[in-house]
């Protein structure tokens, strides 16, 4: 199993459903119920901060793809490996 993949996208899955809990949370705000934006709230912060510490512990998978080398290594040959020149 690629456990990598998985906290990656579980990270995502986080910060997509703190987000979306934002909306309940400010329909709390407006209508006045005081008492129920904790319980929004909390699980938000919760969400958010464990995905940025996963992406600032383990930063491999930036925009999806893994990143295995460096700038110099990833950068295109002027040469096409196909035969032409």
């Known amino acids: 199993m690629n456990y990598k993949m998985v906290g990656f996208v579980l990270g995502r899955i986080f910060l997509i459903e703190a987000a979306l809990m934002l909306f309940p949370m400010g ?17 938000v912060l919760i969400y958010f901060v464990a995905t940025q510490m996963k992406r600032k512990i383990r930063p491999e998978f930036e925009n999806g793809k893994e990143e295995t080398g460096t700038e110099a290594e990833t950068e295109a040959d002027p040469e096409d490996d196909n035969g032409e020149q």
């Not at 329909?27 to 699980?43: K, Q, R, T, V």
């Open 27 to 43: 329909c709390a705000a407006i209508y006045g119920e005081w008492a129920s934006i904790p319980a929004f709230l909390i699980p």
